[in-house]
């Protein structure tokens, strides 16, 4: 690929770039002609191809390739990209003979310099073509604003994560998108080598930030992350380590004929393991107004968005959503009090993003002010840190009462799902306690039932819940044996209905 001139750089003079520009007026960035982006819209976008053969790193060295994103109607402002190679970087220079495009482009209009929307890496060029072809294949995506994404262990894309999370879901305010402007691909040293690092210049109207990431390539993808963050003004909700995903429905809750699929999400569930040392899983929702739910906590362990549900039969869909990723949020180092706090959005449609998770700190963050981060991502199929107790495995709601009786008006039946852990090895004719508690409404009929399938340690707990009006409540549930804690603790909002 063609370059420019040669300049020295490194991450402390990144993070001092970042420091000095926090301190300017903030300028929107420019992009083409909007007129002319208008008409790479998703159909035209999807006939333009990066050419391969002018992949970074495609003859090596280190084993991933690198491939670019065109600019487009969704993704109008171009990243400015470079290589950089024991301290010198070289930008990498756009031109369209590195795609692959019909004759009559919108693209073949935009103006020398056009820039790239984004980059991906390819699966290894060492690999197996037969299996995994690196040309059409790969594991890791930047792609709008500052948004990133990798494949699990089950190779398929799912939830997003992004470089910092402004004001998302402030009444008063609208939410901030920053972007990566600037992106340097460090040159790989080790022609072994399983990961990548590359760097990243934050800039937005509230923050600027310098980013370093070590990006390993294994039986999923583990992010190593490092930011400076530097407050050009106060942000009410600074999200840290933000994670976007999908949730429309599942077994839980579903309006009758609403789709042909028994579910649809890319996550069903925010897992979370607190600095006490307790593990919560808390089902998502599809609410019917925004919803912002606030976990408080000191030095968390981790946190995350999970595909729990491995079932085909769950999904029946072709795109396989019983593959998608779990993404689990590792802090290195103490973050302090805060809370990780959940965003849920409704939606009537798989493909708007309707969920945000992250760590917010208790202090506002303000102008003048700057924050040192450092964290792990992990891309997996199932949380990296087992509890080892019986986890959730579903959450079922129907009507409350007896069969055979009729039915009472503002009463819902629950059924939870626990399995594995201490479950397994329970002595026959034990069954556990279900410690139950609410923010408001009572329980009746409730007992636990190991599930007649056949199968060590699944139990369900079963209670009904009666509330008058439509606030929602909040319920709280684990299993225990005397004095031992079985299960992780379910935690779930309930809106009436």
């Known amino acids: 690929m063609k370059t420019g001139a040669p300049e020295p750089f490194s991450f402390e003079a990144l993070i001092e770039r970042a420091r000095a520009t926090a301190s300017q007026p903030y300028i929107v960035p420019s992009a083409p002609p909007a007129e002319l982006l208008d008409k790479l819209d998703y159909e035209a976008l999807g006939k333009i191809h990066f050419r391969s053969e002018f992949a970074l790193f495609a003859q090596g060295p280190g084993q991933f390739p690198v491939t670019f994103f065109h600019p487009g109607k969704f993704f109008p402002r171009p990243v400015r990209f470079h290589v950089v ?55 890791v995506a930047f792609l709008g604003a500052s948004y990133f994404r990798a494949i699990g262990e089950l190779y398929q894309y799912g939830l997003s994560a992004r470089g910092i999370a402004v004001d998302v879901a402030q009444a008063d305010r609208p939410e901030e998108f920053p972007d990566f402007t600037h992106i340097w691909l460090e040159t790989p040293s080790d022609d072994q080598a399983d990961a990548i690092t590359l760097y990243a210049l934050l800039y937005g109207p509230s923050l600027c930030g310098a980013y370093r990431f070590v990006i390993g390539r294994g039986a999923g993808v583990v992010m190593e992350i490092e930011a400076a963050l530097f407050m050009r003004r106060e942000v009410e909700r600074f999200g840290i380590a933000p994670l ?208 007649p399938d056949g199968v060590a340690g699944h139990w369900r707990a079963q209670f009904d819940l009666t509330v008058e009006g439509e606030d929602p409540v909040e319920i709280r549930l684990y299993l225990r044996l005397g004095e031992q804690t079985l299960s992780e603790t379910w935690l779930y909002q309930y809106h009436p209905f």
């Open 85 to 139: 190679e024991q301290g010198i970087a070289r930008e990498l220079l756009y031109d369209k003979a590195y795609f692959d495009m019909p004759a009559d482009s919108p693209a073949r209009q935009l103006p020398a310099g056009g820039g790239f929307a984004g980059f991906r890496v390819q699966e290894s060029r060492r690999g197996d073509p037969q299996k995994l072809d690196w040309r059409s294949n790969d594991w």
């Open 244 to 451: 976007s995903s999908m949730y429309w429905f599942s077994e839980q809750a579903k309006k009758t004929a609403v789709d042909w699929r028994p579910e649809v999400h890319d996550s069903d569930g925010l897992a979370l393991w607190t600095g006490a040392g307790e593990h919560i899983w808390r089902p998502l929702n599809n609410p019917s107004r925004t919803m912002a739910s606030a976990f408080a906590d000191n030095n968390p362990r981790g946190f995350g968005l999970l595909q729990r549900d491995r079932d085909f039969s769950h999904y029946l869909d072709g795109v396989h959503y019983e593959r998608r990723p779990s993404v689990w949020v590792e802090p290195l180092g103490e973050w302090g009090e805060g809370a990780v706090q959940l965003v849920e959005i409704p939606t009537d449609d798989e493909i708007h993003d309707n969920i945000v998770a992250m760590w917010v700190p208790r202090a506002i963050a303000g102008p003048g002010s700057d924050y040192r981060l450092h964290y792990r991502l992990h891309w997996l199929a199932d949380e990296p840190y087992p509890s080892g107790m019986a986890r959730c495995v579903a959450t079922r709601l129907g009507n409350g009462g007896q069969p055979g009786q009729p039915r009472p008006q503002g009463v819902r039946k629950f059924m939870v799902e626990f399995m594995g852990g201490p479950l397994e090895t329970l002595p026959f004719g034990t069954s556990p306690e279900a410690v139950l508690s609410a923010s408001r409404g009572t329980f009746s009929y409730v007992f636990t039932e190991a599930i």
